[in-house]
């Protein structure tokens, strides 16, 4: 089987994390796949295959080197998918042989494939795509990554001349909800390194992530009927208003690319009397990343001096960290997908990743881990689609560094 058309299979599961859930994982619908992939590990010849209390799927294809003592790898993508978008009822389709021009995935709604707003599907000429009808996401991120894990692990079974050692597989719940590492168990996984399988292009390793802090903002106000709030009235909306408005606004994710940071303002919920703003805090440098906190705190003093004590708390919770600290120590990782990229034809790019995914987690957790592309593009979107001959390109790059490990 073709990773697309597990990919397509993996689509009719509807496994959107919750973070407003307080279950492990976040929703029963990730527990479902998860058995599934249980079965189909099983199936495949993974006789550990199994899934642990908290959503984790875990597996492991044993070394066909005899008497091998080598360095165990693993390979790890994510179960579930975003629900800002919809995810429920996705409908695929191949478009065969592109030709370069624009997909209209959905004319009534106007979601297109525009390839004067994507440049890079001008390298994708010739290939095949799989689409969504623009009424959802597709889903590739990150089944697209499962399914070329299980490919791979298919691949293996049916050609025992490929020689490798041992190899640990995992699936994790809640990675969309920044929750994907959170139980996730490194001793029992068993490897020594790992790759997450939940990037872009065929060819992409990501070893730099954001450094990341989530920001809860507590504005209260004072509630007066408006016909006699003269001098008493405290709009804590206005006050949500004019905090946003004194953080600066070429900070913002809008107005950055590459390296720079931002802070964003993810959520904002309230009434007069009060408000909740959620901002997501990012920066590749740490310590310029401490420097924005301090920013939310000092404007919150500022507005406390202003409109009286408590009026504003802030409260601030680090969620991961810039995984390359974590991967220096370990440039086998990179050199050796770097190697395997290029002898599949490819030319490895790595781009500071504006983001983070479970791998940043993991790294810092005793699980170097950087991550690798899925050949799909536009994630949490309409406009998503992956690429049938990437898919299989990345495919035979994780058989590469499966062989690569099989003799460090």
């Not at 692990?153 to 959170?182: R, V």
Request: proline share 3%; hydrophobic share 40%.
């Amino acid at each position: 089987m073709r990773a697309y058309e597990r990919l397509i299979k993996y689509t009719k599961f509807e496994t959107g994390s919750d973070d407003t859930s307080i279950t492990h994982p976040s929703t029963q619908e990730q527990l479902i796949f998860g058995k599934a992939l249980v079965e189909e590990m099983k199936s495949l010849g993974m006789k550990d295959a199994v899934m642990d209390e908290n959503g984790y799927v875990f597996g492991t294809i044993d070394a066909n080197i005899e008497n091998w003592s080598g360095t165990i790898i693993g390979f790890i993508a994510h179960m579930d998918v975003v629900r800002d978008v919809p995810f429920t009822n996705i409908k695929t389709n191949i478009i065969e042989n592109y030709d370069g021009s624009e997909i209209i995935l959905n004319g009534d709604k106007n979601v297109r494939l525009n390839p004067e707003e994507f440049k890079f599907m001008k390298e994708y000429v010739g290939m095949d795509l799989l689409v969504t009808d623009g009424t959802t996401l597709l889903g590739a991120d990150d089944k697209a990554g499962i399914a070329e894990i299980l490919t791979m692990a298919e691949t293996l079974y049916m050609n025992p001349e490929i020689k490798h050692g041992t190899i640990k597989i995992g699936f994790t719940p809640d990675e969309e909800i920044s929750q994907g590492a959170d139980l996730f168990d490194v001793k029992k996984f068993g490897a020594e390194f790992a790759y997450t399988v939940d990037g872009g292009a065929f060819g992409e390793i990501e070893y730099e992530t954001f450094n990341a802090t989530n920001a809860d903002i507590f504005l209260q106000g004072v509630s007066i009927h408006p016909g006699s709030a003269k001098g008493k009235l405290v709009n804590a909306s206005l006050l949500a208003m004019e905090f946003n408005s004194m953080l600066p606004v070429q900070e913002r994710p809008e107005y950055t690319e590459n390296y720079d940071g931002f802070y964003h303002l993810d959520k904002i919920v309230g009434i007069v009397d009060n408000v909740k703003m959620h901002y997501l805090l990012r920066d590749h440098n740490l310590a310029k990343l401490e420097e924005r906190k301090v920013v939310l705190n000092e404007t919150a003093a500022k507005l406390n001096m202003k409109y009286g004590e408590d009026t504003v708390r802030v409260e601030l919770k680090d969620s991961y960290y810039n995984m390359i600290e974590q991967i220096k120590p370990h440039w086998h990782l990179i050199d050796n997908a770097y190697e395997a990229i290029r002898e599949l034809g490819g030319t490895p790019v790595s781009t500071p990743v504006r983001g983070g995914t479970d791998g940043s987690r993991l790294s810092f957790m005793g699980l170097p881990c950087p991550n690798l592309g899925t050949g799909s593009h536009n994630h949490h979107g309409k406009a998503e689609f992956a690429c049938l001959q990437a898919m299989d390109k990345c495919v035979a790059l994780l058989i590469k560094l499966a062989e690569k490990y099989a003799n460090r």
